[in-house]
């Protein structure tokens, strides 16, 4: 597309720099952890026994998530029913919801003293521990199994209908049919899924500080927690933090090479499908599956909101400041992840070597936070104390942790943009940031609310480096929401998860829908 | 022999309805433009679809509850004919029997159905290995083993370029002429439909406006179907 | 003379910051600043007297406390740190982060000799699993607990100083043994919280059978709820000794102000807010001033305590033990 050397001089130049900024944010930290742990790394049998947990918790999460997506994304795919549209919008909320508040509502629903409980209660009937195992691994699957239904729905969209409507004149029977069409669309879309999803669960944090805990259930990311905040042991810290990155490097490494540059959580999933439909008993089957899935997905969250509603207005005031300085952070830290993602992609659309930058900049940027914060951890404290400087690590933390979402969106319709307008641009003499203005920024302007709105929603209900570093008094909305459960001030704690929920939702609702001005 | 009778079809963006007619060796070319319902009609016949009202007839049978695979109909689409996972042997043999029994009698069949499109030899390519027309080819030897009397054909030509169509033209046309299939051709080409069909329907959002032989139609053309010549 | 020391703090201190009321950050665990908890009484009386802005800050049960501290290394706004126990003691020692307090106290009530130049105690317990009465066949010992099915809920001995106590409180019963009785407990433990607060509340929300608490918890349900349905187990091997600590900081910026409010610690103000605050045996009141409802807990015949430097020596194999047999 770039017919002769682009005249973006200032632009290109910015999306470096932003580039160089982004590495050497994510890099450095890494390079003080490998300082700190250059005369090896002290690992006790109990970390190995972390390194197994994570990776038992997130074979199982994995599998049992893609295993019920399956029969899950084939019922929404071919069903169509009332409130499907809906349906298909709440699969995908789970990624933007605070982790901490599902987990609470997971709890509330599904608990030993929880909803279901409680119904199965007059029947001598009761609900398993959800503390341990059994929970990390029922957390993961509401955050997964919606994601991993989507891929797969994403993959029966792309299915031609003529495809299918020749197997129907084939009169391929229901073996058949699975394995032309079902297993084809299955065997491209699980395995990406599958370590995208691996990855996901060896990186979460805030699941297993809620529900792991004991030696029993302690994954490497709460290790490096419990290393700094209990024991202060900062040569484990960087151990398990380096593990922690070559693990989830490795992972991203393979993400990277299998996964199409495909949006779960974009537009048009909700288009029903003319598939066969198969019998009475298929139907009922699909049903069930779809309703199971719903109430899997509404069930913990409204229960959340209704016990939360009647508290909100005798919240304690630090609920309410810990709101608004949730909600600043967010806005600086999407700001930040927007602007940076915007020059980025701009340098990224002008270079030839742009896929390998893409992928180191998307690798750097697999590292889990905590690593990364165990890194910055190292690099403040000897200059200053770095629990002062909680807010504003974690405003960076959690804008480079949406950056790959934000590019992912951003790019693609970028690359149109300059494909169709470069030249328009180029007849017209406008440049640098003009040019950005009026032939790029319209174009983008949806993609870019929807990576904003990501942004705002991840930084809202992030609940990870603010955890390790931040004292409990300064704390976010998350944070203090975890300090009035651990204080056992239940209702103050659902009224701040109803709080938080809202904001979540609204950030992204509103970010959202800013990116439609030009519509 | 094949009949739409009474047939009301309902979707969002319009209401087809639609009387129809059509003899054995008939070789019909549905035309409208994009939404006009088209593929509806098609649908309709193949089966994918189910009418809201009306019966589809075929020789006396009704078969409007009747699945696709049990319908005299073979289908051939602009593109997706073949199976891209499965090589051109493997996907004729789903046009035999779905269970893609390997015998040899099926593989003698195929390769006379591949001679028969000018593809002979090339049983062990996949699609993607192949060119455009080279797999709309393809299809219309999947067509053959189908053996079925009603063929319906969905813009099968609209990604070919002029020479390229003139040549599956005359293939379809020797192929009808030579099984007595009865053909309904969907496509908002006219010069496709006269090189091969000998009756004309025009759809306008779902409603019947002409219906007529296409011979001589150049010269005393309807006013609605004026615009399309 | 107690006045005096604190009447020339607080002159001190209102001399170094001038015209603005200085401020002593005191760290301690988020149930001793709680509305419900003595902080808020503590911090009242002190006022009254210091001309001072007392500030607690939550951070965290036992060794969370210290874990913060060194995380802030030099630089820590803390002046004093509350709610660290004999247990971590020599470990907060090495870390050199506290100073001498230069107090004699001369009204301590403890069962224990106490003479330590950094460190004062303000509260001390028994630690024991607590239970509903109406649990059937409530157990005796670790034994009859590691047999039964009951489900539990502990601490994590890394966090928190009830956690840290059990492994000791086993470590001191069983020693060589301690391994096959946590391997005899680890089906019994619903999950292994990072402080108290969070067991307790998940025990009161009827997650468990038992928590581990001290055997002075059902004082508070008995008095300040009226509610006699709960009690806390007698274990026949006895029962560990927790004794809760303060010191200053090699951080403060007050000193003065904060041997004032050590010297405060000791005295009945703050003393008197302990049994119905933390609910704990004062460090510095005799038994007699107890309230009503604290006679009827059960008191251990066998007393198991190790001192510092011997938890100090036995805490990594200890811990070491605990994690192994529950990470299985």
């Known amino acids: 597309m770039a017919d002769r050397p682009q005249p973006l001089g200032v632009m290109a130049w910015a999306g470096m720099g932003a580039l160089a900024v982004v590495l050497a944010l994510t890099l450095s930290p890494v390079i003080a952890i490998a300082a700190l742990g250059r005369d090896g790394f002290d690992l006790r049998p109990t970390d190995w026994a972390a390194i197994r947990f994570t990776l038992v918790q997130a074979l199982l999460s994995t599998v049992l998530s893609l295993a019920m997506a399956v029969p899950l994304a084939r019922a929404v795919a071919r069903r169509t029913f009332w409130g499907r549209r809906l349906f298909v919008a709440l699969m995908g909320a789970p990624f933007i919801l605070p982790v901490i508040v599902a987990v609470f509502g997971l709890i509330s629903a599904f608990g030993h003293n929880g909803l279901i409980a409680q119904i199965l209660r007059p029947f001598g009937m009761g609900m398993p521990e959800i503390y341990g195992l059994h929970g990390v691994v029922l957390a993961h699957m509401f955050f997964n199994l919606p994601l991993a239904a989507r891929l797969i729905l994403q993959a029966w969209q792309d299915v031609p209908q003529e495809r299918v409507r020749l197997a129907q004149s084939l009169g391929l029977g229901r073996a058949a049919f699975f394995r032309h069409i079902e297993w084809q669309i299955l065997r491209n879309t699980l395995p990406p899924a599958f370590v995208i999803i691996f990855l996901l669960c060896c990186s979460s944090f805030a699941v297993a500080l809620i529900l792991g805990g004991g030696p029993r259930a302690t994954t490497i990311e709460l290790a490096i927690y419990q290393a700094f905040r209990f024991e202060f042991d900062l040569g484990r810290a960087a151990s398990l933090a380096a593990i922690q990155a070559l693990l989830c490097l490795f992972l991203g490494g393979i993400a990277l090479r299998w996964t199409h540059p495909r949006n779960p959580l974009g537009t048009g999933l909700d288009r029903p499908l003319a598939l ?55 806005l600086c830290s999407t700001a930040l992840c927007v602007c940076l993602s915007l020059f980025i992609a701009l340098a990224l659309i002008r270079l030839k070597s742009a896929p390998y930058l893409e992928a180191i900049c998307l690798l750097a940027l697999v590292i889990s936070p905590l690593a ?148 | 022999m094949l009949e739409l009778r009474n047939i009301v079809y309902r979707t969002t963006s319009f209401t087809l309805r639609a009387n129809l007619s059509i003899g054995r060796g008939e070789k019909v070319a549905v035309m409208g433009q994009s939404g006009a319902g088209k593929s509806t009609v098609l649908g309709l016949v193949g089966g994918f679809i189910a009418p809201d009202e009306g019966q589809i007839i075929f020789a006396g049978r009704d078969l409007t509850q009747t699945d696709p695979a049990a319908r ?158 | 003379m107690k006045h005096t020391i604190i009447a020339a703090g607080m002159s001190l201190a209102a001399g170094a910051a001038l015209a603005d009321v200085p401020v002593l950050h005191v760290y301690t665990y988020d149930s001793f600043m709680a509305d419900w908890g003595p902080g808020p009484q503590v911090e009242r009386a002190f006022e009254e007297t210091c001309g001072c802005d007392l500030q607690f800050i939550g951070a965290g049960d036992g060794a969370a406390l210290l874990a913060r501290l060194q995380l802030e290394g030099t630089r820590s706004a803390a002046d004093i740190v509350l709610g660290l126990d004999t247990n971590l003691m020599h470990s907060a020692r090495e870390t050199g982060l506290f ?36 649990l059937a066949n409530p157990p005796r010992s670790f034994e009859d607990l590691a047999a039964s099915d009951l489900r539990i809920l502990i601490q994590d001995p890394r966090s928190s100083t009830p956690g840290l106590g059990l492994v000791y409180w086993i470590e001191a019963a069983y020693g060589a043994e301690a391994a096959r009785i946590w391997d005899g407990l680890s089906d019994n433990i619903v999950t292994v919280t990072p402080g108290w607060s969070e067991a307790y509340g998940l025990f009161l929300e009827g997650e468990a059978d038992m928590v581990l608490s001290y055997s002075t918890s059902p004082a508070y349900h008995l008095i300040a709820e009226e509610d006699d349905s709960k009690t ?80 100090a020596d036995r805490r990594d194999a200890a811990i070491e033990t605990w994690q192994t047999a529950l990470s299985r």
Request: aromatic fraction near 8%.
């Open chain 1, 276 to 330: 066969p439909r198969g019998g009475r008993v298929a139907a009922a089957f699909d049903g069930l599956v779809i309703i199971l899935a719903g109430l899997f997905l509404i069930l913990p969250l409204t229960r959340i909101v209704w016990l939360g509603l009647p508290h909100l207005m005798d919240l304690p005031n630090q609920v309410w400041e810990a709101a608004l300085r949730s909600l600043v952070m967010a």
């Open chain 1, 372 to 519: 990364l914060g165990t890194g910055w951890f190292l690099m403040l404290r000897p200059i200053t104390n770095p629990i002062s400087w909680a807010l504003p690590v974690t405003v960076l933390v959690n804008a480079l942790m949406a950056l790959p979402f934000v590019l992912r969106a951003l790019l693609p319709a970028l690359r149109e943009a300059d494909a169709s307008q470069a030249r328009l641009a180029m007849a017209l003499g406008l440049k640098g940031w003009q040019r950005v203005r009026h032939a790029y920024l319209p174009r983008v302007i949806r993609p870019l609310g929807f990576g904003a709105g990501l942004a705002a929603a991840l930084s809202m209900g992030d609940l990870g480096v603010i955890a390790l570093f931040a004292a409990p008094d300064h704390g976010t909305l998350p944070l203090e929401m975890m300090r009035l459960m651990g204080a056992y001030r239940m209702q103050e704690a659902q009224g701040a998860a109803t709080v938080l929920l809202g904001l979540s939702l609204s950030v992204y609702w509103i970010f959202d829908r800013g990116g439609h001005i030009y519509a």
């Open chain 2, 72 to 229: 005299p109909c073979a289908i051939l689409f602009q593109d997706s004919n073949l199976f891209p996972h499965l090589n051109l042997r493997e996907n004729l043999r789903l046009a035999v029997s779905s269970t893609q029994k390997r015998n040899a009698q099926t593989d003698d069949q195929i390769a006379l159905a591949l001679d028969k499109v000018g593809l002979a030899g090339l049983e062990d390519r996949h699609p993607a290995s192949l060119s455009g027309g080279q797999q709309s080819r393809a299809g219309i030897a999947r067509v053959l083993l189908q053996d079925r009397p009603v063929l319906l054909m969905d813009e099968p030509f609209a990604a070919l370029d002029p020479a390229r169509k003139r040549e599956m033209g005359a293939l379809i046309a020797a192929l009808c002429e030579e099984l007595g299939l009865t053909l309904l051709l969907a496509t908002h080409d006219f010069n496709d439909a006269e090189r091969i069909c000998d009756r004309v329907i025009l759809l306008e959002g779902g409603e019947l406006m002409t219906d007529c032989p296409i011979k001589g139609l150049r010269k005393t053309a309807p006013d609605a179907l004026k615009p399309w010549l």
């Open chain 3, 99 to 134: 100073v001498p307090h230069g107090i004699t106290p001369s009204n301590l009530t403890l069962p224990i000799d106490w003479q330590d130049p950094e460190f004062l105690p303000f509260d001390w317990g028994y630690f024991a699993f607590v239970h509903h009465t109406d």
């Open chain 3, 232 to 311: 806390a187990a007698a274990f026949a091997e006895g029962h560990y000794m927790q004794i809760e600590i303060a010191g200053i900081t090699a951080a403060s910026d007050q000193p003065a102000l904060a041997k004032a409010f050590l010297e405060f610690m000791l005295s009945p103000a703050f003393q008197s807010a302990i049994p119905t605050g933390n609910w704990m045996y004062p460090a510095a009141l005799p038994s007699s001033t107890l309230p009503a409802g604290f006679d009827g807990l059960i008191v251990p015949e066998t007393v198991l305590h190790f001192s510092a430097e011997e938890a």
